[in-house]
Structures are given as structure tokens and as C-alpha cells.
């Protein structure tokens, strides 16, 4: 099987295998409904013997987010015609990853911030060593961190902040000397259950 079939086998079962809960899928801020605009995000893996991840280390400058790592992505636009569509403009537009190299695998859990998108994150297989470039008013840079590594919740701690009066959870995940948290790790982590790579405690 290619990595495509074997990713695309494992995330259909994960989708049969389980539903995850509300508090899964929205960020822990939110206690109440909100406006949500569409946006989407690629999940670009590598087709390696050993498959890596393509992140982004956001510019510094940006109102949102600014130096967080975070996938290639954002809104999903008016002329887009889908999440998948908004997720392979956006990280054309950010990294320069043409949309033809993509080979899309599906999509996996929505996850909705406090800053009011619903992000749908899109998997897709690239090949390796691709001549990205990152778009240097949106993205400082961009890396890979091996897949296994991201998926495997050895790697990944559950924090507590306090934030409105009460204690909320996040993930953190470091790899080398960055730090993947917040949006980026909780995606990973839902992904993580659906590839069957964890499953909650009973």
C-alpha cells in the first residue's frame, strides 16, 4: 500500500472507531456560542520511509498568533470552492506548496478556536524535499518534525493555565528547540486517536 491508502485506510477507522467529544474539538476558552468563520488548514506529510510533518513558525508581526507554530492554512475564501480547496490556496500562498503536488488523504476532526474559526484540517501527502519558500509577511519559516514523533503521545503534555476564572487545559508538544501548542497540538492530538496511534483513558 502507499502512504496515501495506508493514512486514508487509518483515518476512516479512526472515524468509525470512535466520536470524539465536544470539549475535543473546540478550544477550552470558549463557554458559550460564538460566530465561527470556515477556515482550513493542510496537514502536509512527506512521503518518506520514515513520513515527517511540514509546519510553519508564524512572522512575528502578525496580530494573532504571532511566532506560534501552526500548520499552513487560515480563512477559507468566498472563491474557494471547499475546505480542502481553501487549505491547498493557503499553503500555496504560504510556503509555496503547489496544490498539484498534494495528494489529498482526507479530512479529520473540525476544531474551533477562541478567535472565532472553525478550522477543518486537511490531510494530504507531498514528496519529499520540495523547494518551499515561506511568504515572509505571513510565515518566518517553515520545518519538518517526523511524523511519529508528532503523533505519538509520549511526546505530547497536557498544561493547565487559568484563564476567565478558571483552569483550562491545553497540550504542549517540543521538538528540538520548538514549541508546538495550543490549536497545532490539540489538532495532533485528535489526529493521534484517529490514525489509532492513542485512545483515551477509559
Sequence with gaps: MTLVERLRAALEQGHRREELSLSDMRDPRIVEDIALAPAAVLVAITDRPEPGLILTERASNLRKHAGQIAFPGGRVDPGDADEIAGALREAQEEIALPPEAVRVVGTSDRYCTFTGFDIVPVLGVIPP?????????????????????????????????????????????????????????AILANLSRRLGHDHPAA
Design 129 to 185: 524535499d520540495l523547494p518551499l519558500r515561506a511568504q515572509e509577511s505571513e510565515v518566518a519559516s517553515w520545518f519538518e518534525v517526523p511524523l511519529a514523533f508528532a503523533l505519538d503521545p509520549a511526546n505530547r503534555v497536557r498544561r493547565e493555565v487559568e484563564y476567565g476564572g478558571a483552569i483550562r487545559p491545553y497540550y504542549e508538544i517540543f521538538w528540538q528547540d520548538r514549541r508546538i501548542w495550543g490549536i497545532t497540538a
